[in-house]
């Protein structure tokens, strides 16, 4: 497990470690369903299982040439998503813990869909699985105005995703976006 924004050289050989795995893009109280759905694929395809969480909460200010990540707090009053990412850890052990899949836990920051982009870039990822969002106006209207990381990685990168639909699917006849 590493902390992109204070990446190490003995990360390197982590992503050596990750080459050609799946990546899962999770985040706290996310469905396991999301999780199973990519540790079912890192299964068929005999890779490793990147678990990732991106922390909005920070940016990425530049990156060494040697691959070293800076990044800063987009507010200094936001907590850090230290807590978020002890949370993914706590439900991917708990999910993966017994299984034989060899799976790692990463911190990336920054816009999500970008993150996960650079990432599945310097891996050679196999397979980008994230899920939807929850259905509730909140929600909708968050996806208005930043996207889907779905549509905008599908947009901005070549690999495979899978999208796994999280909760109950919205009727035909029914708005997606009520008003």
Same mark, same amino acid.
């Given at each position: 497990?590493?902390?992109?924004?204070?990446?190490?050289?003995?990360?390197?050989?982590? /992503?050596?470690?990750?080459?050609?795995?799946?990546?899962?893009?999770?985040?706290?109280?996310?469905?396991?369903?999301?999780?199973?759905?990519?540790?079912?694929?890192?299964?068929?395809?005999?890779?490793?299982?990147?678990?990732?969480?991106?922390?909005?909460?920070?940016?990425?200010?530049?990156?060494?040439?040697?691959?070293?990540?800076?990044?800063?707090?987009?507010?200094? /009053?936001?907590?850090?998503?230290? /807590?978020?990412?002890?949370?993914?850890?706590?439900?991917?052990?708990?999910?993966?813990?017994?299984?034989?899949?060899? @799976?790692?836990?990463?911190?990336?920051?920054?816009?999500?869909?970008?993150?996960?982009?650079?990432?599945?870039?310097?891996?050679?990822?196999?397979?980008?699985?994230?899920?939807?969002?929850?259905?509730?106006?909140?929600?909708?209207?968050?996806?208005?105005?930043?996207?889907?990381?779905?549509?905008?990685?599908?947009?901005?990168?070549?690999? #495979?995703?899978?999208?796994?639909?999280?909760?109950? #699917?919205?009727?035909?006849?029914?708005?997606? @976006?009520?008003?």
């Amino acid at each position: 497990m590493t902390d992109e924004a204070s990446e190490t050289p003995s990360d390197a050989s982590d /992503n050596e470690k990750l080459h050609g795995a799946v990546i899962v893009g999770v985040i706290p109280d996310h469905s396991s369903r999301v999780l199973k759905e990519a540790a079912r694929y890192a299964k068929l395809f005999h890779a490793p299982l990147a678990v990732v969480h991106v922390d909005v909460t920070r940016f990425v200010t530049y990156e060494d040439p040697d691959g070293y990540v800076h990044s800063a707090p987009i507010d200094m /009053n936001i907590a850090s998503g230290e /807590n978020d990412l002890v949370r993914v850890q706590d439900a991917a052990a708990a999910l993966l813990g017994d299984s034989e899949l060899q @799976w790692s836990v990463r911190q990336l920051v920054g816009d999500p869909a970008m993150a996960i982009k650079h990432f599945a870039d310097q891996i050679d990822a196999r397979l980008i699985v994230v899920g939807t969002r929850k259905r509730g106006i909140g929600e909708s209207i968050r996806e208005f105005f930043t996207g889907s990381v779905g549509a905008r990685l599908a947009h901005r990168q070549y690999r #495979p995703i899978l999208v796994v639909p999280l909760g109950e #699917p919205v009727p035909d006849d029914e708005d997606i @976006w009520p008003a």
